[in-house]
């Protein structure tokens, strides 16, 4: 064997080597890609099924408004029982550009921070405000307009998850 048959031969080796190398990297890549669309997806309808609920309990706070008995409403608003494991999973690896527009992206990051503790905090902290003053004189008004900005609120957040979950498929 001469030293020109034994460089061509390694060499063949490497390349051959590198190409499966990246050939089994992009496989892994897309693998992973799919799996984190799918638990994004399941995300979303999670979080669309809490949103429901969360519908349900605004018009039960709506309901105590308008029988005068909103002093009797004990309940306890929780924004941040969503999951959004994925999807910040996702933001952190910069995935989630590949598969959304950037409309998409930008009403994601809204639904992360209107379902984030502060929010949860301040909506909670309202209805105790709430509570407390619904007998001065306007407050029953503002809190009727309250309750349909966050209905309508919550409503085209799932509008619009439901638009992105389509998206992705």
């Known amino acids: 064997m001469t030293f020109c048959s034994v460089f061509l031969g390694v060499l063949s080796g490497i390349i ?12 892994r890549n897309w ?6 669309i799918k638990n994004l997806k399941f995300e979303i309808d999670f979080n669309i ?10 018009q039960n706070y709506r ?13 306890y608003f929780v924004l941040t029982q969503v999951i959004t494991t994925t ?12 598969c959304l527009d950037h409309e998409h992206i930008g009403t994601l990051q809204i639904f992360y921070k209107l379902f984030s503790p502060e ?18 004189l306007g407050v029953k008004q503002k809190v009727v307009q ?6 309508l609120g919550f409503k085209n ?13």
Do not use: C
């Not at 051959?16 to 496989?27: F, R």
């Not at 693998?31 to 984190?36: D, E, M, V, W």
């Not at 999807?87 to 590949?98: E, Q």
């Open 87 to 98: 999807l910040g999973y996702m933001f952190h690896d910069r995935s989630i550009y590949k």
């Open 63 to 75: 309901n105590q408004v308008n029988g005068d008995s909103l002093p009797s409403f004990f309940h």
């Open 16 to 27: 051959a080597g590198v190409l499966i190398n990246i050939a089994i990297d992009a496989y």
């Open 49 to 58: 099924k809490k949103i429901d609920l969360l519908l349900a309990d605004i």
């Open 146 to 151: 309250q309750i349909d900005a966050l209905e």
């Open 157 to 169: 957040v799932k509008k619009d998850l439901n638009t992105i979950k389509d998206k992705l498929k």
């Open 119 to 136: 929010m949860e905090r301040n909506l909670n902290n309202q209805i105790t405000w709430n509570k407390e003053h619904i007998g001065e």
């Open 31 to 36: 693998r992973i890609q799919r799996k984190n």
